[in-house]
Nanobody
């Protein structure tokens, strides 16, 4: 499955952005989807995950209460609503698809290109 992430940009601290992950693959609804991010000089880290049905959701502690993941299988889209952004949220954000549900990046088989989020102080 090919994934396309979009929606990144430059925003001031306290602002909001909405990232989207889309695919043309008809098997989209069979995959669990995760968002990960990688800041310069740092390792890639888990941000949020949503199960194939949308029933199970998980978030990194650092984004709980600020970020919301959702999906629309009919539109083959997963969104990440990011509110109350902080400078430490600055990173390249990636969406990925997995046959198994979890937060470990090695579980994810398919990755989209990143979309850059920059939060200024």
């Amino acid at each position: 499955v090919q994934l396309q992430a979009s929606g990144g940009g430059l925003v001031q601290a306290g602002g909001s952005l909405r990232l989207s992950c889309t695919t043309s693959g008809r098997s989209f609804s069979t995959y669990h989807i995760g968002w990960f991010r990688q800041a310069p000089g740092k390792e890639r880290e888990f941000v949020a995950a949503i199960s194939r049905t949308g029933i199970s959701l998980d978030y990194a502690d650092s984004v709980k209460g600020r970020f919301t993941i959702s999906r629309d299988n009919a539109k083959r889209t997963v969104s990440l609503q990011m509110n109350s952004l902080k400078p430490e949220d600055t990173a390249e954000y990636y969406c990925a698809a997995s046959g198994g549900y979890g937060y470990r990046s090695e579980m994810y088989d398919y990755w989209g290109q990143g979309t850059l989020v920059t939060v200024s102080s």
